[in-house]
């Protein structure tokens, strides 16, 4: 388990690094313009149209299918559920397309005074219309990686956003060749050059990021033929797990609206929430993630072998891992949210109040950054019951204080307001989630749980205070200060983060060095 975790932290590490370099070059190409949120809006589109149609589906009934099939060697189910998800990924993309200037439409409700309405919009539908072919290569991204982890396989799922972020900062480069200057709105209908690699340079990305799994799958020795049965009872399994699925998503995209729109679209603001979204996902992703999927097969099989205790055990670990990962990278990020932004993006087009609006929504999102992360977790165990109706109720009641504090907050806090409605959101609801897993399963150790956060929380107030007093010492004046800045305060308060861990005496921890030890005793014979 800690190598595949190893493997899946490794690979989202560098799909994490090289998004942030995609994201740096895109603020050196195009800053933080009416552009920038139009492509902001039209990029979001497929996301939003795949998650409503299909991502609810193929998240939530995917994995303990393939798992189930796997164990019950099914091919022929295996096959009908491969075959439907492809024809309704197809039809999903051809009605996206068809229908590009309303769902545009719907992330600029109300754009702001400083852009002329007609000449954003019809800037964004242009995108859209392309990036919205993103949405058939998004599915058989998560058919592909379903396929893989039920297998335990999960390099290839791991990598493959490199390729993507690789293929998408070719075309970014390519931009300068084109354009002189800062790129505006009416350069998207004005030169077809630019237009072309603005808009391929994220729709060939996510169509590779697709493509790389296909020899992973084969090596898998993974086959299915092409048999659209729906009617076949894996299939009708697949849309009642679905139904629930759907209403979740749902009401992620209501929010995702409205705090789009409260964002004031063509201000930039719309813009540096995204970004800020981008920076608070990699440690997400890095450390949750890695362990959310590594988990999850695991999960399913308990629950399948009726293995209640197990099941609690795992649930209990995941969860410490989680809380005892993020805890940290979560008061860093608070802290450190703007030398860090000023390091990386404070270049090109990008000026320094972009980097200001973007820290700040940073600092919104990083407060949550812990319940994000346990509340996604969570979910992953009532999925293993094949139970989606529970995550749809916490779901609705999470965005409804999103969508309610992001209105309270907005007008004195701006994109800060929108980032802590989130993170508010979010604490709340993985508190929400655990208890519900608790009672409904016993699936929770609390003395384990409450253990780990008192010292984990102890752990990282003296790191904050080590982080503080080194950010409000240093005042760097140049990019290359606060890099500075952010290396010396981010080792001096991780180092002291695991030095207090120890000393605590966090199990973790201990686990941790028990098997470098092993592994490393282990070399140590080989060679002998």
């Known amino acids: 388990m800690f190598r595949d975790t190893l493997v899946v932290a490794v690979g989202t590490l560098m799909s994490r690094l090289t998004g942030l370099l995609r994201v740096v070059i895109f603020g050196i190409v195009i800053g ?49 559920v491969i075959s439907v998800s492809v024809v309704l990924l197809l039809a999903a993309t051809v009605v996206a397309i068809i229908a590009a200037p309303f769902i545009f439409r719907l992330f600029s409700l109300s754009p702001s005074s400083l852009v002329d309405t007609d000449e954003f919009r019809r800037a964004g539908t242009a995108m859209t219309r392309i990036f919205l072919v993103q949405i058939f290569f998004y599915g058989v991204t998560a058919i592909g990686s379903a396929l893989l982890n039920a297998r335990r396989r999960f390099m290839a799922a791991a990598w493959a956003p490199v390729v993507s972020n690789v293929v998408s900062i070719s075309f970014l480069l390519l931009i300068p060749l084109t354009i002189n200057g800062t790129p505006q709105l009416s350069d998207i209908t004005d030169s077809g050059a630019f237009f072309v690699l603005l808009s391929l340079s994220t729709t060939l990305g996510v169509a590779a990021m697709a493509l790389m799994l296909l020899p992973a799958i084969r090596r898998a020795d993974i086959s299915w033929n092409f048999r659209p049965d729906f009617r076949h009872p894996a299939v009708k399994r697949l849309f009642q797990l679905s139904l629930w699925s759907f209403g979740y998503v749902v009401t992620n995209q209501i929010a995702l609206i409205v705090v789009r729109n409260l964002a004031d679209p063509g201000s930039g603001n719309q813009d540096a929430y995204g970004k800020a979204f981008i920076f608070f996902m990699l440690p997400h992703g890095l450390l949750a993630i890695s362990i959310a999927t590594t988990f999850a097969p695991e999960l399913v099989r308990r629950v399948q072998s009726h293995d209640h205790a197990g099941f609690r055990e795992w649930i209990t670990s995941g969860t410490r891992w989680t809380i005892m990962l993020t805890l940290p990278a979560s008061i860093t990020f608070v802290l450190l949210a703007h030398p860090l932004i000023n390091a990386l993006l404070t270049y090109g087009q990008f000026s320094d109040a972009a980097a200001s609006s973007t820290a700040r929504a940073l600092m919104g999102f990083a407060v949550g950054l812990v ?51 989130f993170g508010i959101a979010y604490l709340i609801s993985s508190v929400m989630a655990l208890v519900v897993l608790s009672v409904r399963h016993n699936a929770v150790n609390w003395p384990s749980l409450a253990s780990l956060t008192i010292r984990a929380v102890s752990a990282v107030a003296a790191m904050g205070i080590v982080v503080a007093l080194i950010e409000t010492a240093i005042s760097p004046q140049s990019g290359l200060g606060y890099v500075c800045e952010v290396l010396l305060a981010g080792f001096a308060g991780t180092a002291t983060y695991v030095v207090l861990a120890v000393v605590f005496g966090v199990p973790e921890i201990r686990q941790i060095r028990r098997v470098f030890v092993r592994r490393n005793n282990q070399a140590n014979d080989v060679y002998l």
């Open 32 to 80: 933080q313009t009416a552009l920038a949120d139009a492509f902001d809006g039209a990029n979001n589109s497929p996301n939003s149209i795949y998650e409503l149609l299909l991502g609810g589906v193929l998240a939530a009934g995917l994995v303990p299918l393939f798992t189930r099939f796997e164990e019950t060697k099914d091919d022929d189910a295996r096959s009908a």
């Open 371 to 421: 319940g994000f992360s346990v509340y996604l977790f969570v979910l992953r165990g009532f999925y293993a019951h094949e139970d989606t109706r529970t995550p749809f109720t916490i779901n609705v009641v999470e965005n409804a204080i999103n969508i309610v504090l992001a209105i309270i907050l907005v007008d004195r806090h701006g994109v800060l307001g929108l980032g802590l409605a």
